[in-house]
C-alpha cells in the first residue's frame, strides 16, 4: 500500500476525521475492495452515501489535498514509511494484542523492522526517583545485551533512561511517540545515540499533529502491544505510568511492577499495580533486579506465541 500514502495523508488531515472514523472507513473501503486512491477522487455525495461520512468530512477531505501533498514530500524527504494495518510490514504483536483496535496505520522512521522483533516495554514517572532511574537503567541494559528491543515513549524520567541505556551498550530501541512523527525531537541525552539501525520512531497520529494527553493514553495501549512484557517502574496513583499498566493488565500483557522496600513519593501507586495483578519485580538498594521470573514470563509469551502459529485447526 505504499502508494496509498497520498490519499491517506488527504483523509487524515480532513477535519472531523479522526483515529475512530478513520479506522470505520478503512474497514468499509477493504470490505467493498475500494482504495484510498480510488476513495479520494469519489464526489463528496458518493462518500457520504457508500462510506458513512458527514457532508464536512467529505468537503473536507477534498480540501485537505494540497497540504497532503506537502506532507507527503516532507515525509519522504525524511524518510518516513507508512505501515498499514494488515500489511506484511505492520507489526504482528501489535495486530494481535489489540485486534481491531490496533492502529489502521503507523509512520516510522529509522528501523522499522526492530517493530516486528521480541521487545520489553519500560514506563515510569517523568519526575522519577534517582533509584528508580538506577534500576531502569539496569533492567533497560540487561534487556538489550540480550537481543531484546527496549520499548518506551520518549518522556523525560524513567523512558527516558530506559532509551538510552539500551543505546548505550549498543542496543536497539523503539521510541513510541504521544504525537505525530513531525513533531519529533529526541531528548538531548539521545541525540548522539540515535544511530543507524538502532532505533525506530514510531506514532499512530497524524504527522503534523501536537502532543495531547489522549494521545499519551492511546500511546500506551500501543506500547504494551507491541511488546511481550510491561515493567511499570514507578508509577503514581493516577496519570500515563497508571493507566499503562492498567492496559497492560486488560490486553493480558505480562505485566511486572517494581516492588521497592521504600518506594519514592513518585512510586506511589505500584503497590496498588501488585494488587491488581502485576507481578513483583524486586529491585534492592545497591545491587541489580533479579529477573529471572520475567525471563520467564518472556519466554513463555514467546512460546504461546508460536504454539498458537502452528496450530492447524
Known amino acids: 500500500m505504499a502508494n496509498e500514502t497520498l490519499p491517506l495523508l488527504q483523509v487524515m488531515q480532513a477535519k472531523g476525521i479522526g483515529p ?3 479506522a470505520r472507513l478503512l474497514d468499509r473501503l477493504e470490505q467493498s475492495e475500494v482504495s484510498l486512491s480510488d476513495f479520494v477522487v469519489l464526489s463528496p455525495e458518493e462518500m457520504v452515501a457508500s462510506y458513512g461520512l458527514s457532508e464536512d468530512q467529505a468537503a473536507a477531505v477534498f480540501a485537505s489535498e494540497e497540504i497532503a501533498a506537502q506532507m507527503a514530500e516532507i515525509l519522504e524527504q525524511n524518510s518516513v ?6 500489511d506484511a510490514t505492520y507489526p504482528s504483536r501489535l495486530q494481535k494484542v489489540l485486534g481491531p483496535k490496533a492502529p489502521p496505520v503507523l509512520f516510522a522512521a529509522g528501523s522499522a523492522s526492530l517493530l ?3 521487545a520489553v516495554g519500560l514506563c515510569g514517572a517523568r519526575d522519577a526517583s534517582d533509584e528508580g532511574i538506577r534500576c531502569a537503567e539496569l533492567i533497560a541494559g540487561a534487556f538489550a545485551k540480550e537481543g531484546l528491543i527496549v520499548v518506551g515513549g520518549h518522556a523525560p ?14 542496543g536497539a530501541t523503539a521510541l513510541v511517540l504521544p504525537e505525530g512523527i513531525l513533531q519529533f525531537r529526541p531528548r538531548p541525552s539521545l541525540t548522539e545515540l540515535l544511530v543507524e539501525d538502532q532505533f525506530v520512531v514510531v506514532s499512530e497520529f497524524p504527522p503534523k499533529l501536537p502532543w495531547s494527553i489522549g494521545n499519551a493514553m ?6 504494551c502491544g507491541l511488546v511481550q512484557a510491561l515493567i511499570v517502574v514507578e508509577a503514581g496513583t493516577s496519570g500515563g505510568t497508571w493507566e499503562a499498566g492498567q492496559a497492560a493488565l486488560e490486553l493480558r500483557v505480562p505485566l511486572f511492577v517494581l516492588d521497592f522496600p521504600k518506594p519514592a513519593a513518585s512510586a506511589q501507586g505500584n503497590a496498588l499495580l501488585l494488587r491488581k495483578g502485576g507481578q513483583p519485580l524486586p ?8 529477573l529471572t521470573l520475567l525471563r520467564e514470563a518472556l519466554n ?3 512460546l504461546e506465541s508460536m504454539s498458537k502459529q502452528h496450530t492447524l485447526f
Open 20 to 22: 475512530r472514523s478513520l
Open 81 to 86: 514509511r507508512t505501515m498499514f494495518r494488515g
Open 116 to 118: 516486528q522483533q521480541r
Open 157 to 170: 524520567g524513567i523512558d527516558e533512561s530506559a532509551h538510552r541505556a539500551a543505546l548505550a551498550i549498543g
Open 218 to 223: 492511546q500511546r500506551n495501549k500501543t506500547v
Open 283 to 290: 529491585c534492592p538498594t545497591g545491587g541489580p533486579p533479579d
Open 300 to 302: 513463555a509469551n514467546e
